[in-house]
């Protein structure tokens, strides 16, 4: 293993490790593990071998590495405040991404310090016909279990953005009764209050007065702080 192999894993390994304690995800720290990958594979993976078992090789590395980019989403947590969402990995995705690149990791490390003859041997008995099938099965399991979990995770981030949550105090009420509701929505963190824009009574009985919406909004905006 080469410096550059040993900084890649570890770069991968700390993504995650970061994560583990909570961080507000951006778009460069979301594709980092897809380009550092990305830029492994483009130095490395020239043509991917398709003699022998080689291809069935290759194409076993992607699968695994797709299942498990695509199994830690799934254990992180997605929550969301008035500036965006944070993801927080728990143990089993902190489990399940190193264990993707500690298998790698491992078989490096294995293949260059002692452990060349037993993958010879191993390769010779299955039909695998160099070590090039080899690199492009663990440059294709990076790929898949980055870009698997960048996906699923980004669309995880893009809903938990997109969820908004308002207040809609009935006009029927009294006016003190309107400003307590939206001061403790605007302590409490919601996203906005709304008021109907017209006088269309929502409970009975529908005869008595109603606040007119445009005089509410101003009053609102001048007596709560934040709305």
Partial sequence: ??????????????????????????????????????WAAFTRLHAIPTAGNDLTLAIAGAALGVTLGALCPRFTTVTA????????????????????????????????????????????????????PWVAALLLMAIGEAVARTRRLGR????????????????????????????????TGWDGVWVADHFMPSAEPVDQPMLECWSVLAALAVTVPGI
């Fill in 1 to 38: 293993m080469t410096t550059t192999d040993y900084a890649i894993d570890i770069a991968l390994i700390a993504i995650v490790a970061l994560q583990l304690r909570g961080r507000r995800p951006t778009t460069r720290s979301l594709l980092l593990p897809v380009v550092i990958v990305m």
């Fill in 81 to 132: 405040d008035e500036r965006g969402p944070i993801a927080k990995a728990g143990v089993v995705a902190g489990v399940l991404w190193g264990l993707g690149v500690g298998t790698r990791f491992a078989f490096q490390l294995y293949a260059t310090h002692g452990g060349d003859e037993t993958t010879v041997r191993f390769s010779a008995a299955h039909d695998i016909t160099s070590t090039k």
């Fill in 156 to 187: 995880r981030l893009v809903a938990s953005a997109d969820m908004r949550f308002s207040l809609w105090p009935t006009t029927m009420q009294s006016w003190p009764d309107v400003q307590t509701e939206a001061a403790h929505a605007a302590a």
